[in-house]
Antibody, heavy 118, light 107 residues
């Protein structure tokens, strides 16, 4: 069955870089888009960006200057990297599967909590 | 950016009640609207996609409707497992945007 699981550092210092991995099973990354969404106390749910089945990316301009999404299809993993972290980046980060038609944001991981604090 | 105004923010109801949750978009989103249920510590679960399509495995007491800028999620007869937070997502145009959520509580 389709499964997604995010893993991350838990605590990150301000100005540092956040790295989160989404490991998937039950489907191929070459057939679906993979989205990143976060939920923060200040702004609620925010779409961050995605990587297409072909490997190209699209980012929310809110994050574009400091966000990078990549993947390793051989390991069934998608990566989020965001630099210059601030305390307001504290929140839960989710990956979600997506595609055309009926597949938009159909399955989500349970999320990983990230706290930005010194 | 398209703003999604979700209402109400909180809803207190009883088992068996019929409830509706609304999302209003700041511009036409062409029915590209999904509804999700979220419970604490769990992955969001898609209930409805593209306004009125029921996700496989979701009970038929959940339904969606709407067009243009106004969309509604209806739960026809609340069950104990339905007390959770619900949110909408528009995927018509970038950046995709979400409603602020509705917390459905037991009265």
């Amino acid at each position: 069955q389709v499964q997604l699981k995010e893993t991350g550092p838990g605590l990150v210092q301000p100005t540092q870089t956040l790295s989160i991995t989404c490991t998937v099973s039950g489907f191929s990354l070459t057939s679906y888009y993979m989205q990143w969404v976060r939920q923060t106390p200040g702004k609620g749910l925010e779409w961050m960006g995605f990587i297409r089945s072909g490997g190209s990316t699209e980012y929310n301009s809110e994050f574009k200057s400091r966000l990078s999404i990549s993947r390793d299809t051989s390991k069934n993993q998608v990566f989020l990297k965001m630099n210059s972290l601030k305390t307001e980046d504290t929140g839960v980060y989710y990956c979600a599967r997506s595609g055309y038609g009926s597949y938009t944001f159909d399955y989500w991981g349970q999320g990983v909590m990230v706290t930005v604090s010194s | 950016d398209i703003q999604m105004t979700q209402s109400p923010s909180f809803l207190s109801a009883s088992v068996g009640d019929r409830v509706t949750i609304n999302c209003k978009a700041s511009q036409n989103i062409n029915k590209y609207l999904n509804w999700y249920q979220q419970k604490l510590g769990e992955a969001p679960k898609r209930l409805i996609y593209n306004t009125n399509n029921l996700q496989t495995g979701i009970p038929s007491r959940f339904s969606g409707s709407g067009s243009g800028t106004d969309y509604t999620l209806t739960i026809s007869s609340l069950q104990p497992e339905d007390f959770a937070t619900y949110f909408c997502l528009q995927h018509n145009s970038f950046p995709y945007t979400f409603g602020a959520g509705t917390k459905l509580e037991l009265k």
